[in-house]
Each structure stands twice: as structure tokens, then as C-alpha cells.
């Protein structure tokens, strides 16, 4: 059986700064968010290293795209312009406005649960995320985590 390898959007595989701006206390800014997710500011995002990995990986793995993104058809265009493959894409609902990791722990668990797994740890899943949170949720759940900010950090030093 294929191993199962968990990849965030923002962050980790795609590089969108250019569209996000952070308040006083360091939160997302939802509003200029929303406001800057428009198609023609999708298709000026670029990939970070790990979007390689997720490339490589896609070849012999099961590919999950995990992102508290609301996608719409710019986000899909992106992926497939940009050669980023995956079995399934697990997103935010439009309209729901939970917590990141809530969400993701959320989206996980229903996935693995509708794969006949008991638990997501059953699946020995690999999951990266830029969230120290989201990281620290999913970790609990029993799936082994990396740090998609230092591994970009690291795999940018051997480009």
C-alpha cells in the first residue's frame, strides 16, 4: 500500500506572502486576505522547495493536500499549471471559520475514517504544515510532523 504524505498550501509548499498581511499581534489578517485572493494574485504565487518534494512524492505516494484555504477554481489552476499532483485535497468550507488546526484535525480524521481506518494514525501519515500549532494538533493525532519552515530552509541551502 502506498504511504500517505500530507502537504499544507500556504507556507509550506506555495509561496503566497506577497497576498497575506499580519496584525499588530502577528494574526492573519483575514480581511486583506480575502480581499488579495483574487486569480490574478493566485498566479503570481511561486513554489517553495518542498513543492519538489511533493512532486517526487507523488510518483509512488498517496499525495493529501490538508489547507485551511476556502479554494476556488484559481487555487486548482495554480496546482496544475505548476505540476503539483495529489490524490485528494482536503480544504476549508466557504463560510466556516474555525480555528486552523480544528480544522485540520477535522478534515483529517473524516478522510481516514472514510478510508475504513480507524484513527489517522493507522495510516502512518507524514504531514507539513508552517503552523507550530496546527503541528502540535496533528502530532497528537499520532502522525509524524515536519516543519515545512525549516525544511524549506534547509532543502533552499542544496538548490
Known sequence: EM???????DGTVIDSSHRKATRADGSLDLAHWI???????????????????????AQSCHVIVCTARAIQQA?????????????AFLSREHGNNESDESLKERLLSNYFKGL????VADAKAIFFDDNLAVLDTIAKLGVTCYDANIANKRLARRA
Open 3 to 9: 504511504p500517505y504524505v500530507i502537504f499544507d498550501l
Open 35 to 57: 480581499e488579495n485572493n483574487t486569480a490574478e494574485k493566485i498566479a503570481l504565487d511561486t513554489l517553495l522547495p518542498l513543492a519538489r518534494v511533493m512532486k517526487i512524492l
Open 75 to 87: 487555487d486548482i489552476d495554480f496546482m496544475a499549471a505548476n505540476g503539483l499532483k495529489y490524490n
Open 116 to 119: 475504513g481506518l480507524a484513527s
